[in-house]
């Protein structure tokens, strides 16, 4: 196990850059064994634990001055049953390594997010989903996972095995412990069709019901400042495959998506007085396409700009009328915003603090590119949608707190009562955790 002492150089930040953190030490464990000896050395010397992963959070969900854990060292598949369907993965993979080895093996998750970036502990612990019309989240797929908690004590958790932790701890938030292993859910590898398009704003939100009935996964992006949004249709396919072409997919997804956006952005920074014309140019470079792959292949795609996140989940019935009311407003301001909105759906869950909990929703995500001033434009837009009992994405920009979510979480009360239980010390507690679950 190694442990680094963070001096003047120790100083952590997440991928979007507006969060950073000065650990007293970081501590990379090779085993589920060093990783609990970790948290019972933190508690001798009176310190917090975290673990982080790739810091894919916009949130300081995972800073902390005490240790920081880093598990990658804490990756690979321990086993894979193909009886029961599932995979059982150490926590600190990343989503991009457990995709590759899935697909060599001729399986594949059911449904994932549009990056792959991200740990499975850390996507999984903060929520991160994809969209769907009947599959929900990755944390929705899982069937087990392990958990070292405040006491050094490996918990196991299942339906069956410490039921009432296993509810909770899919999204755990890093409240409840450090999950160590996760057990998926997986099927035969598979083929989804996909579609893009441009389409008018307006038809789109008029027909959204139409579009998410009659596609297994469908979502959409809206440029700000334009009445246009591109389209995404994915279906499962019988084949043949048509996977895009190497040149035609390095166009569209390094040169337009990644390298012209980022200089559209740099440029839009500089010159706000320009983003409505880039942004109507922006929402006419992509043309439509159709191609056909395996589901890793279509879900994800590189993300190299970037940006700042906020993401409210809103009950799926009030996303057309949300989406309105955050188009009259930017409309009407002096905001310019150059970075497309992005709308997915997810089914209603059985997580305890799952965005999808118990409701049917649909997620709202604004953005804007690392470096701008994003405080206006957010604040605005979560108005909108805490005015329909919203709920921010755990790992995204928000500003809500405990007594917010103990009225939008029917089961608020039953997570903090768990966590009062298992970390009653609060040794995984940061300001971020004291903020929306309280003390």
């Known amino acids: ?79 894979i049953d193909r ?61 087990g996972l392990e958990l070292v908690t405040a006491d050094g004590t490996l918990l196991t958790c299942s339906e069956k095995e410490n039921p009432e932790v296993f509810a909770a701890a899919r999204i755990g938030l890093g409240a409840l412990g450090i999950v160590t292993a996760i057990t998926f859910a997986v099927e035969p590898v598979f083929l989804l069709a996909a579609r893009e398009e441009p389409m008018p704003f307006d038809r789109v939100v008029a027909e959204f019901d139409q579009l998410w009935a009659e596609n297994e996964h469908f979502e959409f992006y809206w440029f700000p400042h334009t009445g246009s949004t591109n389209t995404k249709r994915n279906n499962r396919s019988a084949g043949p495959e048509q996977p895009v072409g190497r040149l035609a997919g390095w166009f569209e997804d390094e040169f337009l998506s990644n390298g012209a956006f980022q200089v559209a952005q740099w440029v839009g920074r500089a010159a706000p007085a320009t983003v409505p014309a880039i942004a109507r140019i922006s929402s006419r470079a992509l043309s439509a396409r159709t191609y056909t792959d395996i589901p890793y292949k279509v879900f994800t795609s590189p993300r190299r700009v970037r940006f700042v996140e906020m993401e409210y989940a809103v009950p799926r019935a009030a996303v057309t009328e949300a989406l309105r009311e955050l188009k009259r407003t930017v409309d009407r301001s002096g ?22 909990s118990g409701r049917d929703s649909a997620y709202i995500a604004v953005h804007l590119v690392k470096g701008t001033p994003y405080q206006a434009y957010f604040s605005a ?42 970390d009653p010390d609060r040794r995984f507690q940061n300001d971020y955790l004291r903020r929306v679950l309280g003390a």
């Open 1 to 79: 196990m190694s442990s680094t002492a963070s001096g003047t150089n120790g100083t952590w930040r997440n991928w979007g850059g507006n969060v950073a953190a000065r650990p007293a030490r970081e501590v990379t464990p090779a085993s589920v064994e060093e990783l609990t000896d970790a948290v019972r050395k933190a508690a001798e010397d009176g310190l917090k634990v975290k673990a982080v992963g790739t810091g894919h959070s916009f949130t300081s969900i995972a800073a902390t001055d005490g240790v920081l854990i880093r598990p990658q060292l804490l990756t690979g598949i321990r086993s």
């Open 83 to 143: 009886n029961a369907m599932t995979v059982t993965v150490e926590a600190g993979t990343p989503l991009k390594r457990l995709n590759l080895a899935l697909a060599r093996e001729g399986l594949s998750l059911t449904n994932m997010g549009d990056i792959m970036e991200q740990t499975v502990s850390g996507a999984t612990s903060t929520g991160t989903h994809g969209t769907g019309r009947e599959s929900g989240s990755i944390a929705a797929q899982i069937r």
């Open 335 to 356: 905001l310019r915003i150059s970075f497309p909105v992005e709308v997915r759906t997810a089914p209603a869950d059985d997580i305890t603090l799952s965005t999808a």
């Open 381 to 422: 837009a979560e108005r909108i949608f805490t005015a329909y009992e919203g709920r921010p994405h755990w790992g995204k920009v928000h500003t809500r707190d405990a007594e917010y979510f103990a009225g939008v979480y029917p089961r608020f009360a039953e997570f903090t009562a768990l966590r009062d239980r298992l």
